[in-house]
């Protein structure tokens, strides 16, 4: 007999199993499953193998969902049509046996922005006993991740009631519907398709390049997932989300196979972790304009100062220049609109020594990093700033390492984006946000004030836009510095953008890791003049920031090709009516 059979613990945890039948949890699997057979006599009667878990299993089902003479309980799903007409003719051989026609939800999309959508599936004993007052069956389906889950208030509708009169003898006299099923509110996602779409394909198809080592791109065997992050930098919205490896939603509506969930959990790239929301990376050379506004603000260097950069700095543990690690040459002499240009480590080492690490943390608090961002989704982290927890000892090399980015820096894309959302619109942090809005099922506009409110009580965090005063000279310079990434010669990703007509402010970065090879990371926002979009892209194992911005290329150009056309940008919904039968 199989230790397992595939299905019987899809649905219910295995302690919750043991508590129905009060037997131990220390029984093995096979153990528990003879138990049950022998408990319904199932081993007296001639079945074989396979009817005898049919029935264990039908058994279970009704012991765990209170059977009775007017609670049913669902035996079968997605059955044919052929099975419902066989059915059908035997009503009189089958008592007790109804064929009811449901609704559920259905991704029409697949995989698409599945880590931000989330899904649905059956609720489970312990969410009905918590939620049974609040309009629950113990059938029912309830969001389990993503918007799916956070939004579970609105997007729930209400059960109709249906009234029974039966006779002396249980059998049923008449039927009239005494309270009718109304459907859920409908909740509009920021997210634009086509760069979703966009997003998707290119962030599996860099990474697979990466993987492989495919023309133009230096083999890193161990480059397996990624995400990337586009906003409106205006108004915090999200353009496109996407996580790498994914997943189906469709898989979990009806119950998970027992060997899919298996291989889901146990694979290592973790494809069911929104790696935007949840994951959290050294920011790596991305780090640098930040690094240069609190120079610059503090003081301690100036818009034409030039810094010699010797390859080797002189100071603390003497860490070198990444230029000069691989090629052994220097920069020279270079201001900060240069350093960034080139990405030159022993130009921001001076700096940090100069400014020290309490201004570093200062202007990284201001920026939003090391905090939530508010998006309307659970599994938000916070992330950590270096230099931030005073506990800890710290000594000037710490300061070299934070200044580029390394240390104990490590934040999520999504705050990264926001980051670069708020150099690219002159100073104003916005609050992330994925949800567009929510109106009835009778269209009428739920006010945002009440789902903000609604937000910030089940994620229990609260967030509000900040208006930071920046020194706009600075920032010039710092974007000058990052345009000429992309477009001059010399530039870390001048490769990836010179051909294209999008005016970009980019600026790569190579990420050390505590084992294998260095995550990749690009971050930019276009265009220079008037900027309205920011994307975040990191490719974990990737190595190159250059490599990473294959990812985001793409998505400006389709993003700026749909503003040309001035196509109205498509939405995904998740429309409560949406379903399938």
């Known amino acids: 007999m199989d230790s397992v059979k595939e299905g019987f613990y899809a649905d219910s945890q295995r302690t919750s199993l043991c508590e129905t039948y009060g037997i131990e949890t220390t029984l093995t699997d096979t ?151 109304m459907s859920g509110n409908n909740v509009t996602l920021t997210i634009d398709y086509r760069l979703q779409t966009i997003a998707e394909t290119n962030l599996k198809k860099v990474i697979n390049n990466i993987a492989t080592g495919a023309p133009g791109y230096v083999k890193q065997k161990d480059a397996n997932a990624g995400c990337v992050i586009a906003l409106d930098v205006n108004s915090g919205e999200v353009l496109a989300m996407a996580s790498y490896p994914t997943f189906n939603p469709n898989d979990f509506v009806s119950g998970i196979k027992y060997s899919k969930w298996k291989a889901l959990i146990e694979n290592k790239t973790k494809p069911m972790f929104n790696r935007v929301i949840s994951g959290t990376y050294s920011p790596g050379s991305t780090f640098k304009m930040l690094s240069a506004l609190a120079g610059l603000d503090s003081k301690v260097i100036t818009l034409t100062e030039k810094i010699k950069d010797n390859g080797r700095y002189e100071h603390a543990n003497h860490p070198m220049c990444w230029v000069y690690s691989y090629y052994g040459r220097t920069h020279g002499y270079i201001n900060v609109t240069q350093a960034i240009k080139v990405s030159c480590n022993c130009f921001f080492y001076e700096v940090g020594r100069r400014m020290g690490i309490e201004n570093l943390v200062k202007y990284a608090k201001m920026f939003g990093l090391g905090s939530k961002t508010g998006i309307e989704l659970y599994g938000e982290v916070s992330g950590m700033i270096a230099g931030a927890n005073e506990e800890m000892d710290w000594y000037l090399g710490d300061t070299l390492s934070a200044v580029i980015g390394q240390s104990y820096n490590s934040f999520t894309p999504v705050q990264l984006a926001n980051y670069i959302s708020t150099l690219a619109n002159g100073g104003t942090l916005n609050k992330v946000s994925v949800v567009k809005n929510v109106t009835t099922n009778e269209y009428e506009n739920i006010p945002n004030s009440e789902i903000v409110a609604y937000i910030e009580d089940i994620t229990g965090y609260k967030f509000r836009s900040t208006k930071l005063t920046l020194n706009e000279k600075h920032v010039d310079a710092i974007v000058e510095g990052m345009r000429s990434v992309t477009s001059e010669q010399g530039g870390t990703s001048y490769i990836v953008f010179k051909n294209s007509d999008i005016e970009v402010a980019g600026k790569t970065g190579t990420a050390q890791v505590s084992s294998g090879t260095p995550n990749g990371v690009f971050v930019g926002f276009a265009p220079i003049e008037n900027p309205q979009i920011a994307v975040v892209a990191i490719v974990e194992h990737g190595d190159s920031g250059s490599a990473v911005a294959n990812i985001v290329k793409p998505i400006l150009e389709e993003y700026f090709n749909i503003s040309k056309d001035g196509v109205n940008k498509d939405v995904i919904d998740i429309l409560t009516p949406s379903i399938s039968y």
């Open 31 to 181: 153990e528990i499953l003879n138990y049950i057979y022998e408990k319904y006599g199932l081993n007296d009667i001639g079945f074989n193998e396979d009817e005898k878990f049919k029935v264990a299993r039908l058994r279970y089902e009704l012991a765990t969902n209170v059977f009775s003479l007017f609670s049913s309980v669902t035996i079968a799903k997605d059955v044919s049509y052929e099975t419902m007409a066989i059915i059908e003719e035997s009503k009189g051989e089958l008592p007790g046996i109804e064929i009811n026609v449901n609704s559920k939800r259905y991704y029409p999309h697949g995989t698409l922005a599945s880590h931000l959508i989330g899904y649905v599936s059956s609720i489970s004993s312990e969410e009905y006993q918590k939620l049974k007052g609040e309009g629950y069956l113990y059938n029912s389906s309830i969001g389990k991740m993503g918007i799916e889950t956070t939004m579970e208030r609105y997007l729930k509708g209400d059960n109709g009631l249906k009234r029974t009169e039966v006779d002396a003898e249980g059998e049923i006299a008449a039927e009239y519907m005494y309270k009718e099923s």
